[in-house]
């Protein structure tokens, strides 16, 4: 950018400054007619920090511009946002210098002259609230990682002893399979008692199940089991202390509209079942948030729908329409377009959690009745099932925008309705087609 272009540009920000964060030091940098020193280095302590927000008042800084650096960003965000500064996280993609020119004084020199023309564009960032429910469940995700590894340290043990209970029973956490596991760490060798600990919803009979735990109790691997459950047991009590946290943190926050709410209806789904689910009543919780009820979209339910209010918050207008919404997810063909041609068409690799929250809905529906069901098998066949798959994504992604900008509730035409309309305008095409060359679509007698 020669001198001549930047007298030529308007300065839409002239209160900016720019940041180059790094996980010991940061450069921050603001116009020159600012201060003696325009460019200083700064720690990353929260001393240093505050000494940061402090010297950038005293320069009159009202917007401040940074690089999206791994975690090292946020404490920086955090303590200029609690001191009054607009903060601007730009994707770092977006900040490319000169090759040739690079430093941490150039870079925070280009990222504050970029900001002061308006060049850059800000990522979408939560507000804290909705940031701490975010950290929370993102957190109990990270429980529920590790806490599957130990449920395979359990099956393996079980393995080694030839002790078959994955033959049995659908789970082996269950009430039948964590009963018939602690018999077995407590010194229980009888086959016989063991099966007797079944619950009598059980699939398969005493007989069978005494068969299956006939096995070779080696001290070594009645050990190995014995230690993976009780990690199992470690991580269901932090869960459990997890999800009190966040019950606490749904009340902190505030619903997104005013009006009474009618009771929840929730039988819709009171059979689904999840033993991953939250201990609290989530469903009524992000009723109350939200003002509508996402549970009931088909293919979601109430862990799903926390991690995307989580992701995405409650004010769609964030985002100026439902394009926008599903191309920031990553559910959106991207077009790669040269001398007016698509080259190629598909879309970004991105790692939008709440993207990914909508493509697990789609899985869950692809066998069901629901028009979502009926439009994935529709697609399937033309595209095959991985493209039908992000296409069902961005249906329902669509759907949870729409209920969540104008506060409407659910309703599923079903598959019988969608094919019959899928067939109507299907007939319609092709009696357009028919009149366009000349011809005349009768249907065929009976």
């Known amino acids: 950018m020669t001198k001549t272009t930047e007298a030529q540009m308007t300065q839409l920000h002239p209160d900016a400054a720019g940041l180059d964060i790094g996980s010991l030091e940061l450069w921050a940098a603001v116009p020159t007619e600012r201060d003696g020193e325009p460019v200083r280095c700064f720690g990353t302590l929260t001393p240093d920090l505050q000494a940061l927000a402090a010297w950038l008042k005293r320069c009159g800084i009202k917007t401040v511009a940074m690089e999206s650096t791994g975690v090292y960003w946020i404490p920086v965000y955090e303590v200029l946002e609690a001191a009054g500064f607009e903060v601007c996280v730009v994707n770092a993609r977006h900040l490319k210098n000169v090759p040739g020119r690079k430093s941490d004084v150039q870079d925070c020199q280009w990222i504050q002259r970029l900001h002061s023309y308006g060049l850059l564009r800000g990522s979408f960032c939560l507000d804290s609230e909705m940031r701490a429910l975010r950290a929370y469940l993102r957190h109990r995700a990270t429980l529920l990682e590790h806490r599957a590894a130990h449920i395979q340290h359990m099956q393996k043990a079980l393995q080694q002893m030839n002790v078959q209970l994955m033959q049995v029973l ?233 209920l969540l900008k104008h506060r409407e509730p659910f309703h599923d035409l079903g598959a019988e309705e969608y094919e019959k309309q899928e067939r109507e305008r299907h007939i319609a095409k092709l009696q357009k087609q028919a009149r366009k060359l000349g011809f005349a679509l009768t249907p065929a007698s009976p």
């Not at 819709?268 to 509508?292: F, I």
């Open 170 to 402: 659908s789970d082996i956490t269950g009430q039948s399979g964590m009963a018939i596991m602690r018999a077995i760490v407590a010194g229980e060798r009888d086959a016989a008692k063991l099966a007797a600990l079944r619950d009598r919803r059980c699939r398969h009979d005493e007989e069978e199940i005494a068969k299956a735990l006939t096995g070779h109790y080696r001290a070594e691997h009645v050990f190995a089991l014995k230690q993976a459950l009780a990690l199992y047991d470690a991580y269901t009590a932090q869960l459990q202390e997890c999800d009190e946290q966040i019950e606490k943190q749904f009340s902190v926050l505030k619903p997104s509209h005013e009006d009474d709410l009618p009771p929840l209806d929730s039988r819709d789904k009171r059979n689904s079942h999840c033993k991953n689910a939250p201990s609290y009543d989530a469903r009524e919780q992000l009723y109350r948030l939200t003002g509508v009820d996402l549970v009931a979209v088909t293919g979601l339910n109430a862990s799903t729908v926390q991690t995307i209010i989580s992701e995405i918050g409650t004010d769609m207008s964030r985002w100026p329409s439902v394009k926008h919404f599903a191309s920031w997810l990553g559910l959106a063909p991207h077009h790669d377009i040269s001398g007016g041609k698509v080259l190629r068409s598909h879309t970004l690799k991105t790692r939008n959690r709440a993207g990914q929250a909508f493509r697990l809905a789609a899985q869950s529906t692809i066998r069901g009745k629901s028009v979502f069901g009926a439009f994935f098998r529709s697609l399937r066949a033309r595209l095959g099932p991985a493209q039908a798959l992000v296409a069902t994504a961005h249906k329902i992604a669509r759907v949870v925008y729409h």
